[in-house]
């Protein structure tokens, strides 16, 4: 007999943080821009680990009947040694995964996609100086452009997470006129409060809030539940 699957309640999402290291410098980032990729709370050391723990993980997780996707991120997921490993054991044993990347490295890793149910990427801004403020000259057009391309391509779900900043909160309309183009699963939009970016302007805030949650085809997904958080 079939395990009876948990109630929406009692399902749960699963964080797993398989590095944290990063490549977010790989584009020059204008000046006065947020260190490296100010979305991610990376901790400052670089840590790894062995094939055997991400096997262990992996398993493990599965034995738990977890319903909910898996969140594969970091620093930058792609970055990890043995990210080939972890998405094709968590496969095997049946679980749905998400990635959440920057894009830099999605091309060389594009066979991945075959098993990820939904890519997000970063949304930093209506057009090109937005962007490139943000994550480095280029961004856009020679990473986040071409990856938002392969996702549709391979026919995979999208979503989009945005840091709000001074450069980019009076364009979230735009933004949003965009992402209804696109047509992301969701929108996720978050203010850097530790620098205080753009907390002023109460009224921009509110209504990019509005915009994003409007994206969601579920509005259940809007809620803010804590996630588990493993580091592997």
């Not at 007999?1 to 980032?29: D, H, L, R, Y």
């Not at 391309?149 to 364009?171: C, W, Y």
């Amino acid at each position: 007999m079939n395990p009876k699957p948990p109630q929406e309640a009692e399902k749960i999402k699963i964080n797993v943080f398989v590095t944290n290291s990063c490549n977010a410098g790989a584009f020059s980032s204008e000046e006065g821009a947020p260190p490296a990729c100010a979305f991610c709370y990376r901790n400052p050391e670089v840590f790894t680990t062995s094939a055997e723990a991400v096997r262990l993980i992996a398993d493990y997780l599965a034995e738990q009947n977890i319903y909910r996707p898996l969140v594969l991120t970091g620093g930058e997921p792609l970055l990890s040694p043995h990210i080939d490993l972890l998405v094709e054991r968590c496969r095997a044993n049946r679980l749905s995964l998400c990635l959440h990347t920057n894009g830099i490295l999605l091309d060389q890793k594009k066979m991945l996609l075959r098993h990820i149910e939904l890519v997000s990427l970063p949304f930093d801004g209506d057009d090109s100086a937005r962007f490139d403020w943000h994550r480095g000259a280029g961004y856009r057009d020679r990473a986040w452009l071409p990856s938002v391309r392969l996702v549709k391509s391979m026919e995979r779900n999208i979503a989009f997470h945005t840091l709000l900043t001074p450069q980019n909160i009076d364009g979230v309309d735009e933004m949003a006129n965009i992402a209804n183009e696109i047509k992301p699963e969701y929108w996720f939009i978050k203010q850097y409060m530790p620098i205080n970016t753009a907390a002023k302007n109460t009224e921009a805030l509110h209504r990019a809030y509005q915009l994003a949650a409007d994206l969601y085809k579920n509005p259940a997904a809007c809620a803010r539940a804590a996630s588990p958080v493993l580091w592997i």
